[in-house]
């Protein structure tokens, strides 16, 4: 459930990009920073201890209308994919209102099998809240698609993606425009389903 200030007239939501180490999930927030700009986003800031690292983005979506008199923003969310934050990344979907999945396309069964590592480590977190990406606003990034040695789409969704759930081709060359049109289906989602109710 998103938080709503009462005071400052802000409805705000959570949307927590998870996948592996090293797929894209801080560089695909990055180039949302940087496509928003001032004017609709706070620069991005980290928590980082011996066991933790979070990096957080507040923002805005133009796109999304005001709910009546509230302000509509979202705070984006990205854990290190490495095992010693596994723990962190499984508390990022406690308060997710919406998850990016960003998987790496590079055509090495290593990186293939790290990404359904984390996809069953994701869908058993949300398990144990009592929650499913069937029923989470939920979209898939695969990222690098502009590398020369990659997976089809089909073998993509053959391995990730048996639901048929909403997928961006992104890479942070030459479609990155892509990168925020997962961001724009994304926060439509979480709005569509808090204003659903």
């Known amino acids: 459930m998103p938080a709503i200030d009462h005071d400052r007239r802000e409805i705000r939501y959570t949307i927590t990009y998870y996948g592996p ?23 991005i ?18 796109h999304i209308p005001p709910a009546t008199a509230y302000t509509q923003s979202f705070t984006l969310t990205a854990t290190p994919g490495a095992v010693l934050y596994r723990h962190n990344r499984t508390r990022t979907l406690e308060q997710a209102d919406g998850v990016v999945f960003v998987a790496d396309s590079q055509r090495l069964w290593y990186r293939m099998m790290d990404n359904v590592k984390h996809m069953r480590e994701l869908e058993q977190a949300l398990q144990g809240k009592g929650r499913s990406i069937r029923t989470i606003p939920f979209i898939l990034q695969y990222n690098k698609r502009d590398l020369p040695n990659i997976f089809s ?7 990730l993606n048996p639901l048929h759930l909403p997928v961006f081709e992104t890479d942070l060359k030459q479609r990155s425009s892509d990168i925020m049109n997962a961001f724009d289906a994304i926060t439509r989602m979480v709005v569509a389903q808090q204003r659903k109710g």
């Open 45 to 62: 800031y980290a928590i980082a201890t011996e066991t933790e690292h979070t990096i957080f983005l507040h923002c805005q979506a133009p």
């Open 153 to 159: 789409i089909d073998r993509m969704n053959h391995y």
């Open 21 to 43: 180490c090293a797929g894209g999930k801080s560089s695909s927030m990055q180039y949302v920073r940087r496509h928003l700009g001032n004017a609709y986003a706070e620069d």
